[in-house]
């Protein structure tokens, strides 16, 4: 059995698409940034807490033979040195966008599964390049609503996809997810389990 360790819709549906049978269970955790903690260690470790508290909540009574899956997975945009989550109202959204405008910035996924006899993880990493944006088309996007509960501000499928002419990476990991990769993750996590 496969639990996806997240509320997002747009896991959900890559997911789906992807053929996974699965259900979503939110982890409810203090998401808030470590002093001094680098993206990538910050992206890992929620993941991580996200699956860990999905799979303690959910596994058997006998947990060493526990078909139960979890996969965690978090986000984060990176500009400029300064680490983007969801921004909390309008104005921080604003400060994103015009962070993001004109740049390249990095999009990072932490990924977590845990299994009964192994937790396995990684980081996938993607570049993306936005167009100069005016405070018209911040505004305009803004009041859409479109960006204010996703990471960095912005959707890559969505509205924001005419400012951005490149992209180096995973086009599934800024959506949200990177399938490919999760997909590999799955199948590492529930290889049989080696006894040295």
């Known amino acids: ?26 982890a409810d955790l203090n998401e808030e940034l470590l002093p001094d ?4 260690a910050y992206v890992q470790r929620l993941a991580e ?6 799979w303690n909540a959910n596994r058997g009574s006998d947990s060493t033979d526990d078909p139960l899956v ?8 990176v500009s400029e040195g300064s680490i983007l989550g969801k921004p909390t109202d309008a104005s921080d ?3 994103m966008l015009n962070l993001l405008s004109g740049r390249t910035h990095a999009v990072l996924t932490g990924l ?41 501000a912005y959707g890559i499928q969505g509205y924001a996809a005419r400012w951005i002419p ?10 949200g ?15 049989p389990f080696a006894v040295l």
């Open 1 to 26: 059995m496969l639990i996806l360790a997240s509320a997002s819709p747009r896991r959900y549906e890559l997911l789906t698409q992807a053929g996974l049978s699965f259900t979503a269970v939110a």
């Open 37 to 40: 903690e680098a993206a990538a």
């Open 49 to 54: 807490e996200k699956a860990q508290a999905i």
């Open 70 to 77: 979890v996969l965690g997975a978090d986000t984060c945009v």
């Open 93 to 95: 959204a604003r400060r």
């Open 112 to 152: 977590a599964v845990v299994t009964a006899h192994r937790i396995v993880r990684d980081v996938e990493i993607t570049q993306v390049t936005f167009n100069q944006l005016t405070d018209a088309e911040i505004g305009r996007y803004i009041a859409s609503g479109e960006p204010l509960d996703k990471a960095g």
């Open 166 to 175: 490149r992209i180096d990476g995973c086009y599934f990991n800024v959506v």
């Open 177 to 191: 997810l990177p399938i490919a990769r999760t997909i590999a993750l799955l199948a590492e996590a529930q290889a």
